[in-house]
């Protein structure tokens, strides 16, 4: 019981100090607190993947629309990128390492059209979140396969993930299954149900009268 008890007080102790840490650095955005946890949290169930019929789809105003096979997707040039995490729940998690595609590499892929300003990310179970190109074309932004060098779990978005640091983490959509490039905002799922159209944890966009 001793030996629990001082566990917990050190891990308690690691938390605040490295929080401590962060706010001195300038890397804790208002409201948040860190954890040294990963929280689990998303809309619906998590969903099988059978690589043999999953693929992913990028379309709207773009030059060239695709339509990539598991195996496709794998062969694209992969990257490593390491980048903090803020939940719109209050919580923010430090130097997470991913590993993915860049969201780059789909854009040359794709070639978008001048008019084409957001786009809406669309997930199984019809989940949605939309982001600005210009969120999206940024070198931190990836489709990632790995997080601190192991396969992503399922209940953390396996098989494909995108991770957009420099925004709450709704907008890093779990199971992502396609990519549809526009001219105007459309909102997401959450962002119909009150959520804040961009999400800049910085500015503490969390809901829609922010």
């Known amino acids: 019981m001793r030996g629990m008890a001082f ?12 929080e401590q840490q962060m706010r001195v650095e300038g890397r804790l955005p208002p409201g948040q607190l860190l954890t040294l946890k990963w929280p689990i949290l998303h809309q ?3 969903p099988p993947f059978n690589p043999a019929h999953w693929d992913l ?3 709207g105003l773009i030059r060239n629309p695709i339509k990539l ?4 997707f794998t062969c694209l040039p992969r990257t490593t990128v390491t980048s903090d995490f803020h939940c719109v729940t209050r919580w923010s998690r430090f130097d997470n390492r991913w590993e993915g595609v860049g969201f780059r590499e789909i854009i ?5 059209r001048p008019e084409a300003k957001y786009v809406l990310v669309h997930a199984e179970q019809g989940y949605t979140a939309n982001v600005s190109l210009a969120d999206l074309d940024r070198d931190l932004v990836l489709l990632a396969t790995h997080h601190d060098g192991k396969p992503l779990q399922p209940e953390h978005g396996s098989p494909l993930r995108l991770i957009v640091p420099e925004l709450y983490a709704w907008k890093s959509v779990k199971w992502v299954r396609s990519f549809e490039f526009l001219e105007t905002d ?5 962002e119909q149900n009150g959520y804040h159209m961009r ?3 910085w500015k503490e966009q969390r809901f829609d009268t922010d």
């Not at 566990?7 to 490295?18: H, M």
Request: glycine share 14%.
């Open 7 to 18: 566990s917990g007080l050190f891990v308690g102790n690691e938390r605040k100090e490295k």
């Open 44 to 46: 619906g169930t998590v």
């Open 69 to 72: 096979s598991w195996e496709e």
């Open 199 to 201: 999400g800049d944890p």
């Open 108 to 112: 040359k892929l794709t070639d978008p």
């Open 57 to 59: 789809r990028v379309f």
């Open 186 to 190: 459309s909102p997401g799922y959450w």
